[in-house]
């Protein structure tokens, strides 16, 4: 096997297992948001407390986002075929959409629910009943979003990241649903179910908005950090053939990351050479950019052309 096709090789199995990994955090997610809905229509059914309703409504939410996110992972992790020859990875970015409006949909009716139960306070029943059931899907939660922070933070998946996020307002949330029931049982603040409920609607409307925004930059490819650009760079210019570079651009689609730019090199360099030190330029981007697609032009210094192009990109 050459170097080449051992890199290729490698990339292949880095993606394969983050699919993998992507698939299961999927899974887990629709998993304990079930179990969550189960407990919390009980409790709800036992207390009649606005903010457990609160809590629950958010939960069916992250289970109907999952179920998105579990379909979107599965187009995303899918290879790219004759009709989509840069892949499926904007399947992420369009679930993450989806979810936003689903959150932002919630989000909006817990406010107005919220609104109501401040204006017309209600007596909380059944408030320990309550807590033990915020305490368990604190536990839950907790061991959820532990798991998916490592997978979205070795993939790079934003719909696991979006994902992420919905159970994480949960914590919060429930955190605030124990509060909620302390405040409006035995000290008997009943104001303080609704102002809980509202504090929640806000997590999640907050939620919604970043969810939107990663997921559009996706969509609209946005250019990779620029610490990740930098570190681009600086990895072409370890080869001290390479005299300068220009053009660079970079997005993210799923798993995928696609780098475009154009080398500067000896102008009286042969065929040949320029060709095999883009060779060796795109082997270490893929070393460090596990499956990325490296398209680099190779341009002779004698061209003044590429001064023009770097003014306008930055690069």
Known sequence: MSENQ?????SLIDLADAARSMRRATI???????????????????SGSIAIMSSLVDSALDAAASLVTLYAVHQATTPADREHRFGHGKAEALAGLLQSAIVTGS??????????????????????LGIGVMVVSIL??????????RVATRTGSIAVAGDRLHYLSDLLSNAGVILALVLAGPLGLL??????????????LYGAFGIARGALDMLMDRELPDDERANIIAIVKQDPRVLTLHDLRTRRSGLSTFIQLHLVLDADMP?????????SVERSLVE????????????????????????????
């Open 288 to 315: 460090a950019y596990p499956g990325a697609e490296v398209i680099i032009h190779e341009d002779p210094d004698d061209v003044d052309e590429h001064d023009g192009h770097a003014e306008r990109t930055g690069v």
């Open 191 to 204: 104001w303080a179910d609704g102002a809980i409920a509202l504090a929640i609607s806000l997590v999640l």
């Open 140 to 149: 839950l939660t907790l061991g959820l979003v532990t798991y998916q922070h």
């Open 6 to 10: 051992a890199i290729a090789a490698g």
């Open 107 to 128: 989000g909006v009716f817990l406010l107005f629910k919220a609104i109501d139960r401040i204006v017309t306070p209600q007596p909380v029943e059944h408030g320990s």
């Open 271 to 279: 065929l040949r050479h320029a060709h095999d030190i883009a060779e």
């Open 28 to 46: 887990a997610s629709v998993s304990v948001a079930v179990l969550l809905i189960v407990i919390k229509t009980v409790a709800y059914g036992f």
